[in-house]
């Protein structure tokens, strides 16, 4: 792949991953506001139709990330980039025109489902670089997630300050601009000869429940120590000890998932 095209085209799916991260977290300062109008204005109502909505958008965000995954793998990384970034728009148009709670439920249901194009994207970077440069690509991939979280809450506040609804709309233009802008600049990465079939036990979510569940506890643990007004040198130390238990968690629990789905954790390492 030429040099200039694959720029544009990695340029693409960080745009990508910031808009699937965005996309979750723009919602978070108006989604209590946006529940009380449509529930009636009822605070207790509100507040329990927020916890579902939360759900409503994770569970099927870490349902389908497996899925997705695999089928980039089976049809290219193309079309999944593009359906999700297309996907995230519809759900923030739906947000924005959400008549009822229910409504806004499918719409946070849609955002879990086409949310979950990382593995799609991290992979395309895989394909597309050379290894010694791949190292540069996945930090800049790594920098448009964390600004996407971090941003997008930031955005949705300030865009909510004259119209509650306004954050869904203008992520909405972005997401679709982008979608476009896609279609043009984004060639597939993964030849046909080297797709691989659908093997259901590739699509396992319990691999990274388990590793999120003792990344979580670590962070947990660590975390108390500065609640607790521990000293600076035990907090230290604490905290220290959390990135290798974490890590040493994660192998194992992977290795296990692994082995659950029968498929050896050899076979997951990148070629």
Same mark, same amino acid.
């Given at each position: ?208 429940? *388990? =590793? +999120? /569940? #003792?990344? !979580?506890?670590?962070?947990?643990? @660590?975390? $108390? ?7 600076? %040198?035990?907090?230290? *130390? =604490? +905290? /220290? #000890?959390? !990135?290798?238990?974490?890590?040493? @968690?994660? $192998? ?7 082995? %659950? ?11």
């Amino acid at each position: 792949m030429p040099h200039r095209t694959r720029r544009a085209a990695l340029i693409f799916v960080a745009i990508t991953i910031f808009l699937d991260y965005s996309a979750q977290s723009i919602s978070f300062p108006v989604l209590p506001r946006l529940a009380q109008e449509l529930v009636g204005g009822d605070p207790a109502t509100a507040a329990r139709w927020v916890g579902f909505l939360e759900v409503g958008w994770a569970i099927p965000q870490f349902l389908a990330a497996p899925f997705l995954g695999m089928l980039s793998d089976r049809f290219g990384r193309r079309p999944v980039i593009l359906i999700s970034v297309f996907g995230v728009g519809a759900e923030l148009v739906m947000g924005a025109l959400a008549p009822t709670v229910g409504w806004l439920m499918a719409a946070r249901i849609l955002c879990g489902l086409t949310c979950g194009a990382q593995a799609a994207a991290m992979a395309y970077v895989a394909d597309v670089t050379p290894p010694e440069e791949r190292t540069k690509a996945y930090g800049w991939m790594t920098a448009a997630l964390w600004s996407g979280i971090i941003m997008g809450p930031a955005i949705g506040g300030l865009l909510a300050m004259n119209d509650i609804r306004a954050p869904f709309w203008a992520a909405a233009a972005v997401a679709f601009i982008g979608g476009i802008y896609g279609i043009f600049v984004l060639p597939e990465s993964l030849p046909k000869e080297k797709r691989a079939p659908i093997v259901w036990a590739k699509a396992n979510p319990w691999g990274a429940w *388990t =590793c +999120w /569940s #003792s990344a !979580r506890a670590c962070w947990f643990l @660590g975390s $108390r120590c500065c609640w607790c007004g521990w000293p600076s %040198r035990p907090r230290t *130390t =604490c +905290w /220290s #000890s959390t !990135r290798p238990t974490a890590t040493a @968690g994660a $192998r194992w629990t992977s290795g296990s998932s692994a082995a %659950r789905s029968r498929w050896p954790a050899s076979r997951c390492r990148p070629a």
